[in-house]
């Protein structure tokens, strides 16, 4: 199983809105509504941010919002600040009843 | 207040085995998905297995498969990892975490397995 494609980084001032991708295929991303993402600052843990798409867990700001059209999901991020500045990751539910994680996406807040 | 502890990492030789717990409180463990997910040194999130809530259901990445076993003691609330013929492409802080089926809702600290001669 091939891990999904993210950009390798992402930028944005203060304030700004970001958006994340995160492509696969028919037999991942595009198959089911099952993406996730997640955030995680150096030397933590991640932490799930959005599930099923565009679900928010309790206690995730409403700044991130998850979406997904065919093979690619995205990760917007609005009203950018500085502790958003992290490492993200999708992940998918996949037809072999596996997960896969995209290869991590750096967010440097300007 | 949910916690999962991992423990067991350590070095080991190329070949070698070892067997990873993860121990859970401040949530009822028998009821929920649990995965464990590994990170290279420097590297990404790797997913590498998942179990249901009563044992009964697993799956592992194709790279581990055949190489570890993912099991739970829901009398104890641990998880367990048991891996064999390590490699030393498995060197990576492994995680455990609580979640559904298609998701990891929490996360523990991760405990390093180093695999070299």
């Known amino acids: 199983q091939s891990a999904l494609t993210q950009p390798a980084s992402v930028s944005g001032s203060p304030g700004q809105s970001i958006t994340i991708s995160c492509t696969g295929t028919?037999?991942?991303?595009?198959?089911?509504?099952?993406v996730s993402w997640y955030q995680q600052h150096p030397g933590k843990a991640p932490k799930l941010m959005t599930y099923e798409v565009s679900n928010r867990p309790s206690g995730v700001s409403n700044r991130f919002s998850g979406s997904k059209s065919g093979n690619t999901a995205s990760l917007t991020i609005s009203g950018l600040q500085a502790e958003d500045e992290a490492d993200y990751y999708c992940?998918?539910?996949?037809?072999?009843?596996?997960?896969?994680f995209g290869t991590g996406t750096k967010v440097t807040v300007l | 207040e949910v916690q999962l502890v991992e423990s067991g990492g350590g070095i080991v030789q190329p070949g070698g085995s070892l067997r990873l717990s993860c121990a859970a409180s401040?949530?009822?463990?028998?009821?929920?998905?649990m995965h464990w997910v590994r990170q290279a040194p420097g590297k990404g999130l790797v997913w590498v297995s998942r179990i249901n809530s009563d044992g009964s259901s697993t799956s592992h990445a194709d790279s581990v498969k055949g190489r570890f076993t993912i099991s739970r003691d829901n009398a104890k609330n641990t998880l367990y990892l048991q891996m064999n013929s390590l490699r030393a492409e498995d060197t990576a802080v492994y995680y455990c975490?609580?979640?559904?089926?298609?998701?990891?809702?929490?996360w523990g600290q991760g405990t390093l397995v180093t695999v070299s001669s």
């Open positions: 992940s998918s539910y996949t037809s072999s009843s596996t997960l896969v």
């Open positions: 975490a609580r979640g559904g089926s298609t998701s990891c809702y929490g």
């Open positions: 028919s037999s991942d991303v595009g198959g089911y509504n099952y």
């Open positions: 401040g949530f009822t463990f028998s009821s929920y998905w």
